[in-house]
């Protein structure tokens, strides 16, 4: 097999739900966000073991993915839509029980004239200035929405991955005096805002990242193992190149490795002559530029040539990979391509 190998651990995303949950009160439900094909991980098996896990409620961004969810998971748990109600999402909604959070009065409308008497939420917008409605527009409508019964009040932070930020303390204050004293349940956190103040944790949290291994959750388990085959190797002499463009040069005798993954699977190319991968716990440089299905690695230091080489394993997180492209672990996760190999460990149980 010349493709990469995934392995992911549902075991540990299990294991990280449940330690997200025992941060907040028992009187806090701990949902799920499994939007992006549970951030590129796989909608099916992640959610499924979720639910075996004691998820009641699991948010996706839009109505497609909610029928994706549906279909794995059958009746039953609760599917809260981010995005809302959006034209041509009615029949979905309607016949898949999906739950959507109205983003604006234009959502209201199409929800209450289309399905009245059918279960939704209400996002609001406390200062990202992303979904959800203003205050202006909420103190418009709040009368009505509040006649049809909203199950829920969400709103998101902008900086919840920086306790210090005054963002968090400033949207929260907003939310409350958005909502307060309506009686309906609310909440603002995904998982950095479960690691803020447990004031934070209101009726229920929402945490993605956190599940599948990612910071601001410092404490998760690792979830995934990418293995990448190793194609060929061969030996350069001092001066020779590597790669397009040439970018990377020998000044010693060097043993490459050319291994199957390149930016086409997700590995991206802002990385080119600045990461490693890992041949077991011996970090191997990356030797010039990332082409779209292969990358060359230095492996000069290494006893024999490894039948494959690791890029994301417990030496190496989504994290640690993100630091060498300038970005953060969710667009590596959900950057992981369709070519690789998913094996799934573990039963979630
Ligand atoms: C993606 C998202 C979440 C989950 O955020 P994480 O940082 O991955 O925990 C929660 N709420 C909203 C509105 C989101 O868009």
Same mark, same amino acid.
């Given at each position: %097999? ?13 294991? +990280?739900? !449940? ?50 969810? !549906? ?20 029949? %979905? ?9 109205? +983003? ?12 009245? &008497? ?155 002559? +600045? ?12 030797? &010039?530029?990332?082409? %779209?299905?292969? @990358? ?35 667009? @590596? ?17």
């Amino acid at each position: %097999m010349s493709t990469g190998r995934l392995t992911i651990d549902l075991d540990a995303i299990a294991a +990280n739900w !449940r330690a997200l949950d025992a941060l907040t009160s028992a009187t806090v439900e701990t949902a799920a966000t499994v939007k992006a094909d549970a951030y590129g991980l796989g909608i099916g098996p992640v959610a499924r073991t979720l639910a075996n896990t004691g998820v009641r409620t699991f948010f996706v961004a839009v109505a497609e993915e909610g029928a994706a969810l !549906r279909d794995a998971l059958g009746p039953g748990p609760e599917i809260l839509i981010y995005s809302g109600h959006m034209a041509g999402d009615t029949d %979905m909604i309607a016949d898949l029980g999906l739950v959507p959070m109205l +983003n604006s009065i234009e959502q209201m409308t199409r929800q209450f004239e289309a399905l009245p &008497g059918a279960p939704f939420g209400i996002q609001l917008d406390t200062g990202m200035n992303r979904l959800g409605m203003e205050p202006a527009e909420w103190a418009a409508v709040r009368d009505i929405a509040m006649r049809m019964g909203p199950r829920l009040i969400i709103s998101h932070l902008a900086c919840a991955d920086d306790p210090e930020s005054q963002m968090n303390r400033q949207q929260f204050r907003t939310f409350r005096e958005m909502t307060e004293g309506l009686g309906v349940p609310r909440s603002i956190s995904a998982t950095g805002g479960i690691l803020l103040d447990p004031r934070f944790h209101m009726k229920m949290t929402r945490p993605g990242i956190g599940l599948y291994g990612g910071l601001p959750f410092d404490k998760a388990a690792s979830v995934v193992r990418l293995s990448l085959p190793v194609v060929q190797t061969r030996d350069l002499e001092p001066g020779e190149a590597v790669g397009y463009g040439a970018s990377w040069r020998a000044d010693a005798p060097t043993r490459i490795a050319t291994v199957s993954a390149g930016y086409a699977d997700g590995i991206l190319r802002a990385i080119s002559n +600045n990461a490693v991968l890992f041949h077991r716990d011996t970090p191997c440089p990356l030797a &010039g530029r990332v082409s %779209m299905d292969l @990358i060359t690695v230095d492996i000069t230091h290494l006893e024999g040539d490894p039948k494959s080489l690791d890029i994301l394993s417990p030496f190496q997180s989504v994290d640690d990979l993100a630091d060498c492209a300038g970005t953060i672990g969710y667009e @590596i996760l959900t950057s992981l391509g369709p070519r690789y190999h998913r094996r799934y460990s573990g039963t979630g149980e």
